[in-house]
């Protein structure tokens, strides 16, 4: 049977919604989904070299003010960051992680190394849409 | 199956779980059960209130026969059989 597919449009640069895409990316890798995640604009940044899971050089997306209680919590609960998740769902299932090429310039990123080892290649929005139009199910973060 | 069964129950492995929140169990189990043969049976012992939804609804997903819950003192026992 073939495997059923996840299409994630990733915008977001904050550590809240990167920890919940995360989360998500844990139950589709549980589940043995196809997933393609197409790392857009904001969330380029995030997935910079210099950047990653450093919880300091990310802000929250809600509650910004709250954002220590947040972190100190998930850390009391053992919950790993957002880096560790999407690493981990990509070591038990098939995902691949691209890069919008406008997305990677508008941060000063040209190039493949420029990110962590975590992004497979840089593309272009023709490739979301196709994958988005195979997938079934959907999520823009 | 019964509680009694249950408890009587030697699985083949027990995924100890219980100091990870959601999605650590399910991950946890996920992990655990690619090393264990087709028929065997797993324990996954969880402290997080969702893991007893999640793994039965992963099990029927997964085509694995989810065997049943024990409520223990601040943790859940949750069996399941692969297929």
């Given at each position: 049977m073939e495997p059923k597919k996840l299409c994630l449009a990733l915008y977001t640069g904050s550590v809240d919604k990167l920890t919940a895409a995360g989360i998500i990316l844990s139950g589709a890798a549980a589940n043995d989904m196809q997933v393609d995640i197409y790392v857009l604009l904001q969330a380029a940044r995030a997935f910079r070299k210099d950047i990653g899971d450093d919880a300091n050089k990310l802000n929250m997306a809600?509650?910004?003010?709250?954002k220590k209680e947040f972190l100190e919590s998930l850390k009391n609960l053992n919950v790993k960051t957002w880096v560790e998740f999407f690493r981990e769902a990509k070591a038990i299932t098939n995902v691949k992680i691209h890069v919008c090429g406008l997305a990677g310039k508008v941060w000063?990123?040209?190039?493949?190394?420029?990110?962590?080892?975590?992004a497979d290649d840089i593309c272009g929005i023709g490739a979301y849409i196709q994958s988005a139009e195979e997938a079934d199910i959907n999520l823009f973060i | 199956m019964t509680p009694e069964e249950l408890q009587s129950l030697n699985a083949s492995k027990i995924v100890d779980?219980?100091?990870?929140?959601c999605p650590g169990p399910l991950l946890e189990a996920k992990k655990a059960i690619g090393t264990i043969n087709s028929g065997d049976t797993m324990e996954v012992l969880s402290a997080d209130e969702g893991t007893k939804v999640d793994i039965p609804k992963w099990c029927t997903k997964q085509g694995h026969e989810y065997l049943g819950t024990l409520n223990e003192s601040g943790y859940y026992r949750i069996f399941l059989k692969k297929k």
């Open positions: 809600e509650n910004p003010d709250l000063g990123g040209e190039k493949l190394d420029d990110f962590i080892d975590l | 779980a219980r100091g990870t929140a």
